[in-house]
């Protein structure tokens, strides 16, 4: 059985296909918690348990394995959120999902941030492949915002002229910022309090 490498095009035997979903998962683990230029190419062997020679069988250099990961993490947290999101169409069902988004963070007590949005942070200044990736991850979880918002003003939770874009973008918008200012204070007062003035502006919105 063979797979698809995405990114340069060759075929992938199952073994293969392993080999290389484990030097993604080491790379994402560390780059979360180092950073990608705190992380290093032999780090990445020692933390996934392959050669040189199979890793740059799959990467041409760390610019493509940082691509990989983003890739790989942006898979994980659009499943979250489309999981989280997906069913969302009350106001209280929004006010649980920032809940379950706050409590997770708080269990490192808001260290390392957004798995995406530190990505971002370092990458998006150099490395225009990367940054269209996470562009189009970031307005795809801006799209699952905006969806709940619309299912809110289908049930009349909304008044029709709402801007379910724009306040999905502000909604996003606090969202990153409070797991900066969480990451930063260790601590997720400031992450719980910016989602709540987005929430609460939303609510004040409310038909009801």
């Known amino acids: 059985m063979t797979t698809a490498d995405s990114h340069n095009g060759r075929r992938l035997t199952a073994r293969g296909a392993k080999t290389r979903t484990r030097i993604v998962t080491a790379a994402a683990d560390l780059m979360y918690i180092q950073g990608v230029g705190g992380t290093t190419l032999d780090e990445v062997l020692a933390a996934s348990g392959v050669s040189k020679s199979q890793l740059y ?11 990989a990961v ?8 659009i499943e979250r959120e ?9 106001l209280p069902g929004l006010r649980r999902w920032r809940d379950a988004l706050v409590a997770n963070n708080a269990l490192r007590h808001g260290a390392y941030g957004c798995a995406l949005g530190s990505l971002a942070s370092e990458v998006s200044d150099h490395d225009d ?6 562009s189009h991850l970031f307005t ?15 049930s009349g939770a909304l008044p029709p002229e ?20 969480a990451q930063t204070a260790r601590d997720v007062t ?6 709540d003035m987005a929430l609460a502006h939303i609510e004040s919105l409310s038909a009801g």
Not at 57 to 67: E, N, S, T
Not at 70 to 77: N, S, Y
Not at 129 to 134: E, G, T, V
């Open 82 to 90: 489309r999981d989280a999101l997906g069913h969302v169409s009350t």
């Open 190 to 195: 400031p992450m719980a309090t910016s989602i």
């Open 70 to 77: 983003i890739d790989h993490v942006g898979q994980r947290v």
């Open 140 to 154: 795809e979880w801006q799209g699952l915002l905006a969806g709940v918002l619309r299912r809110l003003q289908d």
């Open 129 to 134: 492949l990367a940054r269209r990736a996470l």
């Open 162 to 181: 709402a801007p379910v874009d724009q306040l999905a973008t502000g909604l996003m918008g606090a969202l990153q910022g409070g797991y900066m200012l």
């Open 57 to 67: 069988h799959h990467f041409d250099g760390k610019d493509a394995l940082v691509r």
